[in-house]
């Protein structure tokens, strides 16, 4: 079982909210927060974002960095950092870059193992949500500059829960992710099940419950079954 929170996207000051949620779940009043960029190089403005809206919510609050690409770890340094969280943040950008380097680094089979322990929340905005998946929406193509690109299909192998999910749902250029669903779920390609959020909405995991949660107005959360005729959606 585990826990793991995906958030839509948004800027961090409008997913607050959602930091407090992800607090919740973490059990733990004053959480260690570790922050992981990959997806954007390890860029800082995304960590200290990151850290402000924990800091907002729960003030005293203590958030570290896991930088994979600006920094070498030993296998006991990272081991001892992922111990320390009880909650880790994966923040946004280009996921297939993600993914990539969470896998050569090794680090794809430690969160996983985090999730199977229970040991710490695992969460995420945009391509950091995607990770939980079976498969993303993702606008990974979008990096390679090419100036005629499309959103395509990707294969966390961090995958945690068995849905389709699409981040950004409310943004322009998103809704071909309903009919990418409904085509693949046609074929007969599993999952039958897809999860989009708005910016600003967010999915929460916690040892087989389930639920959806908003920190803007407006902000929703949309569930898609596939029942073997239809796909049927419902918003939260």
């Known amino acids: 079982m585990g826990r793991f929170a995906a958030i839509g996207g948004g800027t961090y000051e409008e997913i607050d909210g959602l930091a407090e949620k992800i607090a919740e779940l973490s059990k733990n009043d004053l959480p260690n927060v570790l922050f992981i960029g990959t997806a954007l190089e390890d860029s800082t403005n995304p960590l200290t974002s990151c850290k402000k809206s924990f800091k907002r919510v729960r003030p005293g609050t203590v958030v570290k960095k896991l930088s994979i690409i600006r920094n070498s770890y030993t296998e006991e340094e990272t081991d001892a950092l992922l111990a320390w969280a009880d909650v880790i943040f994966a923040g946004g950008g280009n996921t297939e870059f993600m993914l990539e380097k969470w896998r050569e680094s090794g680090l794809s089979k430690k969160l996983r193992r985090v999730f199977e322990e229970d040991s710490a929340v695992l969460s995420g905005v945009s391509a950091g949500a995607v990770a939980w998946f079976t498969e993303g929406w993702t606008d990974s193509a979008s990096f390679r500059g090419s100036e005629n690109w499309d959103y ?3 294969f966390p192998d961090t995958a945690l829960y068995n849905a389709a999910f699409c981040p950004h749902y409310n943004e322009w250029g998103r809704s071909g992710f309903d009919e990418a669903f409904r085509a693949r ?34 902000a929703r959360g949309h569930l898609l079954v596939y029942d073997g005729e239809k796909v049927l959606k419902k918003t939260f």
């Open 152 to 154: 395509e299909w990707i």
């Open 185 to 218: 779920a046609e074929q007969g390609k599993e999952p039958f099940t897809g999860i989009a959020l708005d910016n600003g909405a967010g999915f929460f995991y916690d040892n087989g419950t389930t639920f959806f949660a908003s920190s803007v107005p407006g």
